[in-house]
């Protein structure tokens, strides 16, 4: 990834997301390693979304990677498992995916998606942009050389937490490993909790809420299941939040309602 913008000393309000996908779409190492597929950029709510999701880096799966195609990009484009998950986890609604079910993917399934994703409060992205032609994951240099950009992509969409997707993506934002079973018991008894943050290099932190993969060789059943637990949750103001720098102890967030349906969940983590 070109790394002007990352180091650039003009402030990070004075770049726009446009500006931002440009960078992204001239992309030196995928110039370098001749990679015909397009770069994927973050969509949905753009200013101060509830909720980012953040997942890897797309792949040739994603319709939008496709040299000939022309329209809005951002994660998932035509895979639907993923908007499936979304909807088991009551960040979908019905109406949408029954659109998205409609064969042929079309521009129509694309806009509906993406409207959907700004009703919602959902910023949606992916730690790395450059697609690849497998599912293989970037290595963790790439995560590195991205790092500042994504830094920047949060500082100018200021969501109020990140939802993490894949141990992975926990670990690069957090710089903590953490075992998404231990995770997810800890959750199901005591319910959801903000003990992890991303500290970008500018801005406040972000408390992030590690969940399963939500496809592949992820866990979409917990994934959404982990939604459903976060949707339920009643999360504290941001200005009500303390301090992360001052210790991680922060309270646990309360469930709204219907707390016995976690307790009931007789799944058990796959990984
Ligand atoms: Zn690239």
Redesign the pocket.
């Known amino acids: 990834?070109a790394k002007s913008l990352g180091s650039s000393p003009r402030p990070a309000h004075a770049i726009t997301l446009a500006e931002m996908n440009r960078h992204?779409?001239a992309?030196?190492?995928?110039?370098t390693?001749r990679?015909p597929l397009q770069?994927v950029h973050g969509g949905g709510t753009t200013e101060r979304p509830g909720y980012c999701f953040v997942l890897i880096n797309p792949t040739h799966r994603n319709l939008s990677t496709s040299p000939l195609y022309e329209g809005l990009r951002f994660p998932f484009i035509g895979v639907r498992a993923f908007w499936r998950v979304l909807n088991r986890g009551g960040f979908f609604s019905d109406e949408v995916l029954q659109i998205v079910e409609m064969k042929p993917w079309t521009d129509r399934t694309t806009k509906a998606v993406l409207t959907e994703l700004k009703l919602q409060g959902i910023y949606l992205t992916n730690l790395?942009?450059?697609?690849q032609p497998n599912p293989e994951v970037p290595d963790r240099r790439t995560f590195f050389e991205d790092m500042p950009l994504f830094s920047r992509e949060m500082l100018l969409v200021r969501p109020s937490r990140i939802v993490a997707f894949g141990q992975l993506t926990v670990s690069v934002l957090t710089g903590q490993s953490i075992r998404l079973n231990d995770y997810y018991r800890g959750i199901r008894k005591m319910g959801m909790s903000t003990e992890f943050y991303f500290r970008p290099n500018e801005g406040p932190s972000i408390p992030v809420l590690p969940n399963f993969f939500p496809t592949g060789r992820g866990s979409p059943k917990l994934a959404a299941e982990i939604l459903r637990l976060i949707k339920r949750t009643t999360w504290p103001e941001q200005s009500e939040r303390p301090s992360p720098r001052r210790g991680c102890s922060e309270a646990r967030a309360s469930f709204a309602q219907h707390p016995q349906d976690v307790n009931n969940s007789s799944n058990l983590p796959l990984m």
Not at 128 to 131: I, N, P, T, Y
């Open positions: 990834m992204f779409d992309c030196p190492r995928c110039l390693a990679n770069h790395v942009k450059c697609a």
